[in-house]
């Protein structure tokens, strides 16, 4: 049975996303939010220890809009250039009934998330990450998700899309890591209890 890992850049309020989906608090965009190096190290190596990556369409939207060719941009650092391919090379499905193709050693879902999620979880292999909060929401309702990365950064947006949903009974956690990095990001690392 394969590991499914939730994690994302959270917000202390909670928030994967400030209204409008801005993103620049995180370092994803803005002129003076670039992650700190040994963050966004920390989530290369996430990527290159992930056997497959399961993606909602916002999220693969925005990470497919950059990352195939990052590696190739004038000024490209090697540690984007190293996550630019780590990206490319992982294989990923992507959950939309809207996407018509998608490319890069991915392959795209139309059908019930949660069923081919509960399939992919069935078979062997090594551990899979699931990224998007819709996405990811369905997953953590139907309690497929045994480990939960919230790496939180010290800003409170005040609205937004939410890291967790709504459920219907409780999730007890157990903390197996915590980390601190630049600029006052720390990360939590909890995983199932079952």
Do not use: C
């Not at 399939?119 to 990811?136: N, Y």
């Amino acid at each position: 049975m394969r590991k499914l890992t939730f994690g994302m850049n959270v917000t202390v309020d909670g928030y994967i996303a400030a209204p409008g989906d801005d993103l620049g608090w995180s370092g994803g965009e803005g002129p003076d939010s670039s992650p700190s190096d040994e963050l966004f190290q920390w989530w290369s190596d996430r990527v290159a220890a992930t056997s497959l990556s399961l993606y909602g369409r916002k999220l693969w939207e925005a990470m497919s809009s950059h990352w195939p060719t990052a590696d190739q941009q004038p000024g490209a650092t090697p540690a984007e250039i190293a996550y630019a391919r780590r990206w490319r090379d992982m294989p990923k499905v992507v959950f939309s009934s809207t996407i018509g193709t998608v490319d890069w050693n991915t392959r795209l879902v139309s059908g019930d998330a949660v069923s081919e999620i509960s399939r992919l979880k069935g078979e062997d292999g090594g551990p899979m990450d699931i990224g998007g909060a819709t996405l990811a929401a369905g997953a953590m309702r139907a309690g497929l998700i045994d480990e939960y990365l919230i790496v939180t950064h010290p800003v409170l947006v005040g609205g937004g899309t939410p890291f967790f949903t709504a459920l219907d009974s409780w999730v007890n956690l157990t903390l197996v890591e915590t980390r601190t990095f630049p600029g006052g990001v720390a990360l939590a690392r909890y995983e199932t209890r079952r």
